[in-house]
């Protein structure tokens, strides 16, 4: 690829994707801004305190803690997704049970600490296990419904579908399939332990909610390069406009007064604001903000595309040097091959 400065883009937004967690896809970003945008030596070590990091919690646990940690982020990621499609319904998704394969759904207008909408007689313990939801899903667009029903995934997977789209129904089965992980995980040891696990997330909220975005945004951009990658029309390929909108929202266009009294342009990757960051949430936003911005300046020359590939032995995301020819993204995957 002829375009160093594109293929720097492309290869961040990758290598963030590419990261088999989300601590290490942020480490990837942070590596990357320093290493691609001749950020001082000094970054890494500056910014490794500031980030929001999940190792401070994970390094008080054993190594199969971590597993089941990271399961439980993922868990919670698809939730959080999945909360996304339910708010058009004004409902969320609250938990969901890999041993009871329930989930826990809730009415958005019902409030727990609201007098008002405590739950009726019948419903004291807060639950209803007996097809509430398909009730509620008649009653929807009607007013407060007692909450949280407890409902088996499997038995509103249809209804979900048919109501919320096909992205709804993906990520009932993602959440099925890592349910099913963390069930086999937990298998050996006492389940007390997902629940103290399940806690400690809640515990460290703020942190495990930005890895759970993060996990999202990694969803997302995998969906994106892999439907680029078959050939689809941008319009068609999930999240693609939200990106697009952030680009242009962040744009190259910002423009400063130097000292020598000239207006010189803003590169959207200054480290000073890294190392100025004080909100978990202003993270999350630099972090999608600089994801569109490489994505669309990547995409931009209609060439590019070309250059994506995913490899045919290990799955992940490359940028060829001969696109016509190359399927493996280095020579120990091609010699590896089946
Ligand atoms: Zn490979």
């Given at each position: 690829?002829?375009n ?13 994707v590419n ?15 320093q ?6 030596d ?5 910014v490794?305190n500031?980030?929001?990091s999940i190792?401070?919690i ?7 803690d ?9 868990k ?6 999945l909360?996304?499609r339910?708010?058009?319904?004004n409902y969320a998704?609250?938990?969901y ?5 329930n ?11 609201n ?6 007689d019948?419903?004291?313990d807060g ?5 509430g ?11 407060i419904?007692d909450g949280?029903v407890l409902?088996?995934l499997?038995?509103?997977k249809n209804e979900?579908?048919a109501l919320l ?17 963390i069930?086999?995980?937990t298998?050996d040891v006492?389940?007390?332990r997902?629940?103290?696990l ?17 996990e999202?945004?990694q ?7 892999e439907?680029v990658?078959?050939?689809?029309p ?5 999240n ?18 130097n ?20 909100e ?21 020359s ?13 799955r ?5 040097r ?5 399927k ?8 590896n091959?089946?």
């Open positions: 690829m002829k160093r400065l594109e293929k720097k883009y492309g290869q961040f937004f990758i290598d963030f990261s088999d967690t989300t601590e290490n896809a942020i480490l990837s970003f942070l590596i990357n801004l290493q691609q945008f001749s950020f001082s000094d970054f890494c070590n500056l490794k500031l980030y929001p190792n401070g994970a390094s008080l646990l054993g190594q199969s971590q597993t089941l940690l990271d399961l439980i982020l993922k919670n990621g698809i939730i959080n997704r909360n996304d339910f708010k058009v319904i998704v609250e938990s049970n890999p041993f009871s394969e989930i826990s759904l809730i009415s958005l207008e019902w409030n727990r600490g007098n008002g909408g405590l739950p009726s019948d419903q004291q639950h209803d296990s007996d097809g939801f398909l009730e509620t899903l008649k009653l929807l667009g009607l007013s419904v949280p409902i088996k499997d038995a509103v979900i579908e789209g096909q992205q709804a129904a993906e990520c009932l089965d993602q959440l099925a399939a890592i349910g099913c992980r069930a086999d995980s298998a006492d389940k007390s997902y629940e103290e399940n806690l400690l997330a809640v515990e460290h909220r703020e942190v495990v909610e930005f890895h759970s975005q993060i999202g945004i969803i997302d951009c995998k969906q994106i390069l439907m990658i078959e050939g689809q941008y319009d068609q390929i999930p693609f406009d939200r990106y697009l909108e952030l680009f242009n929202n962040v744009g190259s266009h910002r423009v400063k007064i000292g020598g009294n000239q207006l010189t342009s803003v590169s959207l990757f200054e480290e000073h604001r890294y190392l100025a960051i004080k978990v949430d202003a993270w999350l936003q630099e972090i999608l903000n600089a994801m569109a911005f490489c994505l669309i300046e990547y995409l931009r209609d060439k590019s595309r070309n250059y994506l590939k995913k490899c045919a032995t290990c992940q995301y490359f940028i060829a001969q696109p016509r020819t190359q493996f993204c280095r020579k120990a995957c091609r010699l091959s089946v």
